[in-house]
T-cell receptor, first 113, second 111 residues
Framework: DGGITQSPKYLFRKEGQNVTLSCEQN?????MYWYRQDPGQGLRLIYY???????QKGDIAEGYSVSREKKESFPLTVTSAQKNPTAFYLC????????????FGPGTRLTVL | RKEVEQDPGPFNVPEGATVAFNCTYS??????FFWYRQDCRKEPKLLMS???SGNEDGRFTAQLNRASQYISLLIRDSKLSDSATYLC????????????FGQGTTLQVKP
């Protein structure tokens, strides 16, 4: 949604390479999330961060890593240990309260060649 | 059993039709509920939150039945532009804000 940018929009990677997906927000939201979406499946949570310098594993964290050095940024690295990385990756933010909704960036479509 | 289940469809309806989507969730302690809309190859966007009392936004009506752990979305007078995938989303209990997504129901409105 407005205020959340993800880059690049499309990314191609060779097997064995690490790649970092960018997520930046100017909404001043506290929490940020990374999801992956595969065809015909719901979104699955990879990692999330509720505050700067802190993050937690989601349901499918293996083969991924994140950092949260700034409130505005939450990059996701897809490592060579991720066995099936081809997917649509979505970053989301949430203002702060557990009752608040989440807003999504436009996504990055990663393809492993 | 999936935590959030939806009929994937597709639902093919003519313009002007009324269509209803259903969703069930397994965790009775779930805190809040949403419908998101996702267009092809785009990000999900919030359509509406769902409250126990039911809520309406124009042609869209959402209902929640906590006793049956059931959520519905009704679209009246369907438009071509309503064609999309509709995601049922449930916030888990606890303070993580974690959302659980259904796989989505695809709607195709035809002229």
């Amino acid at each position: 949604d407005g205020g959340i940018t993800q880059s690049p929009k499309y990314l191609f990677r060779k097997e064995g390479q690490n790649v970092t997906l960018s997520c930046e927000q100017n909404l001043n939201h506290d929490a940020m999330y990374w999801y992956r979406q595969d065809p015909g499946q719901g979104l699955r949570l990879i990692y999330y961060s509720q505050i700067v310098n802190d993050f937690q594993k989601g349901d499918i964290a293996e083969g991924y890593s994140v950092s949260r050095e700034k409130k505005e940024s939450f990059p996701l690295t897809v490592t060579s240990a991720q066995k099936n990385p081809t997917a649509f990756y979505l970053c989301a933010t949430q203002q702060g309260s557990v009752a608040d909704t989440q807003y999504f960036g436009p996504g990055t479509r990663l393809t492993v060649l | 059993r999936k935590e959030v289940e939806q009929d994937p469809g597709p639902f093919n309806v003519p313009e002007g039709a009324t269509v209803a989507f259903n969703c069930t969730y397994s965790n009775s302690a779930s805190q809040s509920f949403f419908w998101y809309r996702q267009d092809c190859r785009k990000e999900p966007k919030l359509l509406m939150s769902v409250y126990s009392s039911g809520n309406e936004d124009g042609r869209f009506t959402a209902q929640l039945n906590r006793a049956s752990q059931y959520i519905s979305l009704l679209i009246r007078d369907s438009k071509l532009s309503d064609s999309a995938t509709y995601l049922c989303v449930v916030r888990s209990s606890g303070n993580t804000g974690k959302l659980i997504f259904g796989q989505g129901t695809t709607l195709q409105v035809k002229p």
